[in-house]
């Protein structure tokens, strides 16, 4: 049984480029989170998604950064025009049921030149 | 919103030593969970304990819901052991369940 997994695991954009990470959950996980981590930081919450809705976005980026999760495929995690404050690490985690225990992916490691 | 602190923030130990790391968060919650941040950068689950004490090798772990912490203990210590160990709270807001992260704290163990 797979567990979640992300890619790309490194990632590489100039300033103005788009970037775009990609979660798939475990198998029969239908909710899904993206968290960041900064440099010498802990994680924090950016969205939650379930298929084909998004279901609290109260920790994303008011700008550039979009995430969705269609009825078939990958959770995308979507930044545009990227700038150097966007390096970090982006966590993806996926649980059956809301509430319950949250699996984590190995995560996307952004560095913006 | 919900406050997790965790404690030391730095801790370093020689091989075989024992351990326990705090969290103390400021708030009643769903439930909570350890994790260790590998050198690597991986996040493994170590426990997800709402409440009580679990066992699982040389680590442990109790969460005193009512008080409101819960303790990770590491004993006779690994190399392999070295990381961040993060503690994440589980809180619901209009049905939505969230993690709040700790700031974690970074174990190195010595040969």
């Known amino acids: 049984n797979a567990g979640v997994m992300q890619n790309p695991r490194h990632l590489v954009r100039r300033r103005g480029q788009e970037a775009r990470l990609r979660c798939s959950p475990m198998?029969?996980?239908?909710?899904v989170y993206w968290y960041r981590q900064l440099p010498e930081e802990g994680l924090k919450f950016m969205v939650y998604?379930?298929?084909?809705?998004?279901?609290?976005e109260s920790g994303m980026p008011k700008e550039r950064f979009s995430a969705e999760f269609p009825k078939e495929g990958p959770s995308i995690l979507r930044i545009q025009q990227v700038v150097r404050g966007d390096s970090a690490a982006y966590f993806c985690?996926?649980?059956?049921?809301?509430?319950?225990?949250?699996?984590f992916g190995p995560g996307t490691r952004l560095t913006v030149l | 919103g919900i406050q997790v602190e965790q404690s030391p923030p730095d801790l370093i130990l020689q091989e075989g030593a024992n351990s326990t790391l705090r969290c103390n968060f400021s708030?009643?919650?769903?439930?909570l969970q350890w994790f260790h941040q590998n050198p690597w950068g991986q996040l493994i689950n170590l426990f997800y304990i709402p409440s009580g004490t679990k066992q699982n090798g040389r680590l442990s772990a109790t969460t005193v819901a009512t008080e409101r912490y819960s303790l990770l203990y590491i004993s006779s210590s690994q190399t392999t052991d070295s990381g961040v160990y993060f503690c994440?709270?589980?809180?619901?807001?209009?049905?939505?369940?969230?993690?709040?992260f700790g700031t974690g704290t970074r174990l190195k163990v010595l040969a």
């Open positions: 708030d009643s919650v769903n439930n």
């Open positions: 985690a996926s649980s059956p049921l809301t509430g319950n225990e949250q699996f």
């Open positions: 198998k029969g996980h239908s909710h």
């Open positions: 994440a709270v589980v809180t619901s807001t209009s049905g939505t369940y969230k993690y709040i």
């Open positions: 998604l379930q298929k084909e809705n998004i279901i609290d």
